[in-house]
Every structure is written in structure tokens, then in C-alpha cells.
């Protein structure tokens, strides 16, 4: 069983920052990549970034130069920072992960990120 746990979401001012956290659990035979979606209420569930196992990060337009995703392979934890944050940030964050040979998906429970205006 494998389990994704994300945490730090939480209430912001405009231009605020908050940093995710994504611990994965279970039986992991090897983390490959990893990454970040948000759903705003009423639309679909959207790709922010996405980090390879090696470290090559990838980022949406609407947050690239604001948001930076990390990893520590050694924790497996997976990590968003999320800097000058706008109302239009405000979402539920889900993390994502593909595990072991076949690339199987795995995602968390999600955490809420609400930024006032």
C-alpha cells in the first residue's frame, strides 16, 4: 500500500507565500516522477509542475518564475514552493507520483490553498 500525504496548504494575502510538502509512504520500489495538480472549484483538475527523478523540473506558464518544485529522493517528499501568490492560485493542490517499473500512478488526498485579495 502506498500513500501520499500532502500538508502546508493553507490562508494567504496576495503576494504571500506557502511551501507543500508531499510525503510518500508504503512499499516503494522506486519513485520516479513526481508532481503537482490543482483543482479550482468548478473546473477540471490542472498540471502546476512536474519534477523527474533526476531533477528536471518542468512548470506550467501561469507559475512559472513564482512556484519551485523540489524533491528529496532520501525523504520521499516532494516539495512546491509557492511564492507571490495570487487570488487566481486558489485551489485544492494534489500530489502525484508514478512508482516502480510500470510507472504506476498514485496521488494524495489533496490540501487546500485559499489566497485572499
Known amino acids: 500500500q502506498v500513500q501520499l500525504v500532502e500538508s502546508g496548504g493553507g490562508l494567504v494575502q496576495t503576494g504571500g507565500s506557502l511551501r507543500l510538502s508531499c510525503a510518500v509512504s508504503g512499499t516503494i520500489f522506486r519513485l520516479n516522477a513526481m508532481g503537482w495538480y490543482r483543482q479550482a472549484p468548478g473546473k477540471q483538475r490542472d498540471w502546476v509542475a512536474s519534477?523527474?527523478?533526476?531533477?528536471?523540473?518542468n512548470y506550467a506558464d501561469s507559475v512559472k518564475g513564482r512556484f519551485t518544485i523540489s524533491r528529496d529522493n532520501a525523504k520521499n517528499t516532494l516539495y512546491l514552493q509557492m511564492n507571490s501568490l495570487k487570488p487566481e492560485d486558489t485551489a485544492v493542490y494534489y500530489c502525484?507520483?508514478?512508482?516502480?517499473?510500470?510507472?504506476?500512478?498514485?496521488w494524495g488526498q489533496g490540501t487546500q490553498v485559499t489566497v485572499s485579495s
Open positions: 502525484e507520483a508514478k512508482l516502480g517499473v510500470s510507472y504506476s500512478e498514485y
Open positions: 519534477i523527474t527523478r533526476g531533477g528536471t523540473t
